[in-house]
């Protein structure tokens, strides 16, 4: 089972708040991943790290912003949350040779 | 878009019997892999193809690759209700560090 884990599992909150989706990997994984998944649906890369202190933006654009200070630790936060933001959100991890990724449980986000 | 396609997009089928999900994409790949992902939760690794492989398995999984046609298909052989999940393909293009996720299959398993 992968050492990946998300937090809050569940948010729901008001229009305009300021948010972190917290991700954390025990496998001291270089790459990280945050995808934004609605239901039913495909995954979107929205950013990625190589490592710390090192982010990009993914495929989807996103208001989103995303800090790499540790190696486990991989943060994504939203500002100003609003409705369209409502999704699930899905943080991954791989290592070196990126041929698998180790998915968290995921954080389903509702703004109201 | 980069990413593939799958179908079908939802299969429903009798506990004991075969399922079938395909995938397409669009580009030349490294490697492919399969993922599972049960309502609500985070996606779980199943197998990985690699571009020069054509077909392997991993107990009741058998996944084929056929690159010139840009295509994979899943096998699931004697399904259980466990089973019961959505299936995403990811195709590793080499482009960066970005892997591409299908549409994804939702597998239904009946006892």
């Known amino acids: 089972e992968a050492d990946i884990y998300q937090t809050p599992r569940y948010l729901v909150i008001g229009t305009g708040k300021k948010i972190t989706l917290e991700c954390s990997q025990t496998?001291?994984?270089?790459?990280m991943y945050w995808y934004q998944q609605d239901p039913g649906m495909e995954l979107h890369l929205i950013h990625y790290?190589?490592?710390?202190?090192?982010?990009e933006k993914g495929d989807l654009s996103s208001e989103s912003t995303v800090s790499r200070i540790r190696t486990e630790h991989f943060p994504l936060t939203l500002e100003s949350a609003r409705p369209s933001h409502t999704s699930q959100y899905l943080c991954?991890?791989?290592?070196?040779?990126?041929?698998?990724?180790?998915f968290g449980p995921g954080t389903r986000l509702l703004v109201l | 878009s980069q990413q593939g396609e799958e179908d079908p997009q939802a299969l429903s089928i009798q506990e004991g019997e075969n399922a079938t999900m395909n995938c397409s994409y669009k580009?030349?790949?490294?490697?492919l892999q399969w993922y599972r992902q049960n309502s609500g939760r985070g996606l779980v690794h199943l197998i990985l193809?690699?571009?020069?492989?054509r077909e392997k398995h991993s107990g009741r999984l058998r996944v084929t690759l056929d690159t010139s046609k840009k295509s994979s298909s899943l096998l699931i052989t004697a399904s259980r209700a466990a089973d019961t999940a959505s299936y995403f393909c990811?195709?590793?293009?080499?482009?960066?560090?970005?892997?591409?996720f299908g549409t994804g299959t939702s597998l239904t398993v009946i006892p």
């Open positions: 790290s190589y490592g710390v202190n090192s982010t």
């Open positions: 580009t030349s790949i490294n490697n």
């Open positions: 193809i690699r571009s020069n492989e």
């Open positions: 496998m001291g994984h270089d790459k």
């Open positions: 991954a991890s791989s290592d070196l040779d990126r041929e698998t990724q180790y």
């Open positions: 990811a195709t590793d293009q080499g482009t960066g560090n970005q892997f591409y």
